[in-house]
């Protein structure tokens, strides 16, 4: 389920990072946690496991902020409401459930620099772009990313070495995470059955360095891809995974949220 959020600020003259993800994401936790502590707590903290290995997710993304802005060394100076697109997946009778969880909702977005709240003023559910897909089919769509798609192979550091969207290793890397995925819901695929294509026809990738727990020990940086294609091929079930989910990597910092395109 997806929902589109209007965000008005509370402060004269907002500022908030410019690596804003981060902040973001807790806001969104932080939001969850008054409900449901314990839902909040799971995707923190544990998230959907495959086969109880390591790789957790925490199946929920964002994507970029919308509106106008101004950007200052660091800092983005706010100069309108802004728009968000939150998604979750989540059975759809949660929907107005999630939807009353948002609304009039204060959310912060800080670090040790500066700190901006924004109020939660409309909260719009959104239909599913290929809802007349039926189950049992297959079907091809085309998306791109609302925010930076990531892909990335690991090192003998156990690090990523992150792939852009021209190297051929990346739909790989993008399949394979929406197979693991599914994998963790429990919804079965056949080997070879999803397909990831990547469209640079008329557009050339660009490449965006975000940092991660800015100002302090754990911070670290990751490496995303807008302004491409992609070409995603299963059957209803399937593609809402990557639609409602992200596809890539650090879907929960609001990476990878993709739209159709019409």
Not at 14 to 38: E, F, G, M, W
Not at 132 to 158: F, H, M, P, Y
Not at 175 to 201: D, G, M, R, S, Y
Request: glycine letters at 4%; a positive charge; proline letters at 3%.
């Amino acid at each position: 389920m997806r929902f589109q959020l209007q965000l008005d600020s509370k402060n004269r003259s907002p500022t908030i990072p410019i690596n804003y993800q981060y902040p973001l994401s807790a806001a969104i936790y932080k939001i969850l946690d008054k409900a449901d502590s314990h839902y909040a707590t799971f995707l923190h903290e544990e998230g959907y496991t495959v086969n109880g290995g390591l790789k957790h997710f925490k199946l929920f993304t964002f994507s970029d902020l919308k509106g106008r802005c101004k950007v200052n060394h660091d800092r983005l100076h706010i100069n309108s409401t802004m728009e968000l697109i939150v998604s979750f997946h989540l059975p759809e009778a949660a929907q107005h459930f999630v939807k009353g969880l948002f609304l009039s909702q204060d959310m912060d977005i800080a670090d040790k620099k500066s700190k901006a709240t924004f109020k939660v003023n409309s909260v719009e559910a959104l239909s599913y772009p290929f809802a007349e897909i039926e189950n049992k089919d297959k079907s091809t769509i085309t998306v791109r990313a609302i925010s930076a798609c990531i892909a990335g192979i690991k090192n003998d550091k156990g690090e990523y070495d992150f792939i852009p969207p021209t190297d051929a290793r990346f739909a790989f890397c993008i399949k394979h995470n929406w197979e693991q995925k599914l994998k963790a819901l429990k919804i079965p695929f056949h080997e070879n059955e999803l397909k990831v294509a990547v469209n640079l026809k008329n557009t050339k990738p660009k490449s965006r360095l975000i940092t991660v727990k800015a100002f302090t020990k754990q911070q670290t940086r990751i490496k995303g891809y807008l302004n491409f294609e992609m070409e995603l091929t299963g059957n209803q079930e399937q593609l809402q995974v990557i639609y409602n989910a992200g596809a890539g990597l650090y879907n929960a910092l609001g990476m990878g949220c993709l739209e159709v395109v019409k």
